[in-house]
């Protein structure tokens, strides 16, 4: 079966429509229907292409899988609420509502496999107007998204992941997604917040790993090699 993996562009931050301001341009989508990053197999095991390219123009495939960034997802640890399918949706804004930063009305909550009825789990919160018009957006062209998946989730295996800031023309900075047992971060190696949240030395049997572009930037922080 074939497989199209599609990453959701970010979503538009107040930062970035500063910068745009100041820079004389007019603030406007987060992204462009020519610019999509993605992925097809034709088995679901290898790669035949990959790349950017317009929404018109993405392979077809038997299956749509879209990625959402490790910063347009906030975790939360929760008691799942025991209430029927039905009521389930207003108990968890009942649960939320003090921890999610916007209105629980406006957010969409996703529910880790495997959650049960008064047992600990983690619930993912999105903005679901940005997704909605994520989706949308492919639609037009007729691309129908069949499972939405994070970048990163919480995981009793830690992991970091260090890549090149979208939001800088500096070469130099980096991000690091931190993802483990108590959730996810994404921190920028600038400062000393980074050092703060990651333990040192790091957990026996953490993975590291590094875009090209940042893998000499990822080494020299961290002290030790990256995949």
Known sequence: MSILVISLAPRQRIR??????DEGGVTGPSHADDDIEHVFSRDGF??????????????????????????????????????????LRAALSGVLEEA????????????????????PTWVAAIDRAWLQEELARLE????????????AWPDDSPSGHF?????????????????HSGGVAK??????????????????????????????VAERWLGAPVL
């Open 163 to 179: 890549a090149e800031a979208s939001d800088t023309a500096e070469r130099e900075e980096a991000t690091l997604t931190w993802a």
């Open 16 to 21: 970035a429509r500063s910068a745009s301001l």
């Open 187 to 216: 921190l920028r190696l600038q400062g000393s917040l980074a050092r703060s949240l990651v333990p040192q030395p790091a957990e026996a049997g953490t993975r590291w790993t590094a875009t090209p572009e940042v893998a000499t």
């Open 140 to 151: 037009r062209h007729q691309v129908f998204v069949d499972r939405i998946v994070p970048l």
């Open 100 to 119: 999610v930063l916007a209105d629980t009305e406006a957010t969409h909550f996703a529910l880790a496999p495997g959650s049960a009825a008064g047992q």
């Open 46 to 87: 290898s790669i035949q292409a990959q790349g950017r390219c317009a929404a018109a123009s993405l392979p077809k495939a038997d299956s749509v899988v879209a990625v959402v960034g490790e910063a347009d997802i906030a975790w939360h640890r929760i008691t799942l609420p025991k209430a029927p399918a039905g009521r």
